[in-house]
């Protein structure tokens, strides 16, 4: 079945840096892949989404990147804001999922911004 | 407001004493699922259910039961508790006809004593 590794699972930044949080999945099948973010005491939220016909996706301050040869795909956050510090799944949409909403999620990244 | 709600949000309990953590959602989504959280694992889905009377395992179903009598609720059930089912536990739901966008609920923290 699918696995999706997440790296790194802590990162911690100065707040105006940028972070990158990496994921690879293994079901080359796999054709959507969001990112979660969960803040303390909250349930995970859903910040961006890309689907496997797309390389690059931006909302703001945060953007995904795809490489489907490499079974590869990234969160980029820019300017970090100590409001940014929680904790990040990626998450892939296994094969024969279609629209029954199973996703796999990775193990989770703890990102602190330091004012 | 579009949500999905947890009870209760803590509970502590001694092995083998019955317990069940409710779910509900209000979006009138087909699709619910719980999941585990735990310390560099990640959410890892416990089962999960396509519709009314409809449910399935997930990854680790061992020593959990679910039920869907109803589209907006679906109960966790854990007929005899053991330590290692001390986590977070997280119910989630979505919509069938569009893209696997999860609404989660804020969580019930539960440790078995």
């Known amino acids: 079945g699918e696995n999706v590794e997440q790296h790194p699972s802590t990162l911690s930044v100065q707040e105006g840096d940028s972070a990158v949080i990496k994921c690879t999945y293994s079901d080359s099948a796999s054709n959507y892949f969001p990112w979660y973010k969960q803040e303390l005491g909250k349930g995970p939220q859903l910040i961006i989404d890309i689907r496997s016909n797309v390389g690059e996706k931006k909302d703001q301050r945060i953007a995904v990147t795809l490489n489907k040869t490499a079974k590869h795909f990234s969160l980029h956050i820019t300017e970090t804001q100590p409001e940014d510090s929680a904790v990040y799944f990626c998450a892939a949409s296994p094969k024969g999922s279609g629209n029954t909403g199973k996703l796999i999620f990775g193990q989770g990244t703890t990102l602190q911004v330091k004012p | 407001e579009a949500q999905v709600t947890q009870n209760p949000r803590y509970l502590i309990t001694v092995t083998g004493k019955k317990l069940t953590v409710t779910c509900s959602q209000n979006m009138n989504h087909e699709y619910m699922s719980w999941y585990r959280q735990d310390p560099g694992l990640g959410l890892r889905q416990i089962y999960y259910?396509?519709?009314?009377?409809?449910?399935d395992k997930g990854d680790v179903p061992e020593g959990y039961k679910v039920s869907r009598k109803e589209k907006r609720n679906f109960p966790l059930i854990l007929e005899s508790p053991s330590p290692n089912q001390t986590s977070l536990y997280f119910c989630?739901?979505?919509?069938?006809?569009?893209?696997?966008?999860?609404?989660f609920g804020a969580g019930t923290r539960l440790s078995v004593l």
């Open positions: 259910s396509m519709n009314v009377e409809v449910t």
């Open positions: 989630a739901s979505s919509s069938t006809g569009t893209k696997n966008i999860q609404y």
